[in-house]
């Protein structure tokens, strides 16, 4: 199928990286099943989950409130399987809007393995409003994906690609990366994660930092966290896009992200969660 994307001027770098941060996923025209070793066991989450976030962005040397997101994990049925229905929403307040304007709304499909299925992203950011859809489907133990964006000039883009690796999304790979076993890893391991969207392939990775106690400002509560670095190569450099803490325990629950932008700082913190699968014994009393 013949592609007719075309990159306009205001697909800048300042958008393509707001467009990786909040994952670090969903209803489909092609068929078949998900690959079994593009799955994962999950033990981290179940259908029923809710997380809330306030964003903060470095001001004048002041951090201050800039929007909200939530992500929702919930149980389904996808072309008569189960799976797991997530959504992530991003709105930036006003003050954020004077600086860069967000509303980023996006949905995703798994099946129970965490095979990544279907991912819609609807994005206005900044000046440019886009949409980029991926259909996953595994003939013969490949990665097929269909791919479907709609730019800021309204042009219309078909494409496919197949790959012999596991091939994932900003939100799929959020929801696997919450099942890696951290007993396993030493502080400094990288561990790979080629995600793509309508139109790019990315080349990068998590690297593993180790373990920090985290607190929250605003409610004094205390995590033991898991640190790692979601990490980009880009014109041959390697850029870090988003070092975020996750608990360290069977749930690994994001608590704070820090997020590196080309025109500044900004973080997320978990405000309130419910649904969680499994004790929070990563709190600390």
């Known amino acids: ?17 707001w467009k990786w941060i909040l994952p670090f996923c969903m209803i489909a025209i092609l068929s078949g099943n998900a690959n079994a070793q593009c799955g994962i066991e999950n033990k ?7 997380l809330y976030y306030d964003l903060h962005f470095n001001w004048k040397f002041i951090w201050v409130k800039v929007g909200t997101a939530s992500m929702s994990t919930v149980s389904t049925i996808y072309k008569g399987e189960k799976a797991y229905r997530s959504n992530l929403i991003t709105r930036g307040n006003n003050q954020l809007d004077k600086v860069f304007v967000m509303r980023d709304t996006l949905v995703s499909y798994c099946s129970e393995n965490l095979s990544p299925l279907y991912f819609r992203k609807g994005a206005k950011e900044g000046s440019r409003y886009y949409v ?8 013969k133990g ?14 219309v883009g078909w494409a496919e690609a197949e790959y ?12 696997r990366a919450r099942n890696f076993d951290s007993s396993k890893m030493k502080e400094g391991d ?7 969207d309508a139109v790019h392939l990315k080349n990068s990775w998590l690297k593993y930092r180790g373990k920090e106690v985290y607190t929250i400002e605003e409610t004094n509560e205390k995590y033991r966290c898991l640190v790692f670095s979601f990490i980009e190569r880009e014109d041959g450099k390697n850029h870090e896009l988003i070092r975020f803490y996750v608990t360290d325990d069977d749930n690994h629950i994001p608590v704070r992200l820090d997020m ?13 969660y419910k649904g969680v699968r499994s004790p929070m014994t990563s709190k600390i009393k």
Not at 164 to 175: A, G, H, P, V
Not at 190 to 196: E, G, K, L
């Open 190 to 196: 990288n561990i790979p994660m080629p995600i793509t």
């Open 1 to 17: 199928m013949l592609s007719i994307y075309r990159k306009t001027k205001e697909d800048s770098k300042l958008s393509l990286r």
């Open 132 to 139: 980029d859809e991926l259909w996953y489907t595994y003939p």
């Open 260 to 272: 590196f932008l080309s025109f500044g700082s900004a973080k997320a913190f978990l405000r309130n």
């Open 44 to 50: 981290a989450f179940k259908g029923g989950e809710f």
């Open 164 to 175: 012999q690796d596991c091939i994932y999304d900003m939100m799929s790979i959020f929801l």
């Open 142 to 155: 490949n990665c097929h994906l269909l791919k479907h964006r709609i730019d800021p000039n309204g042009m």
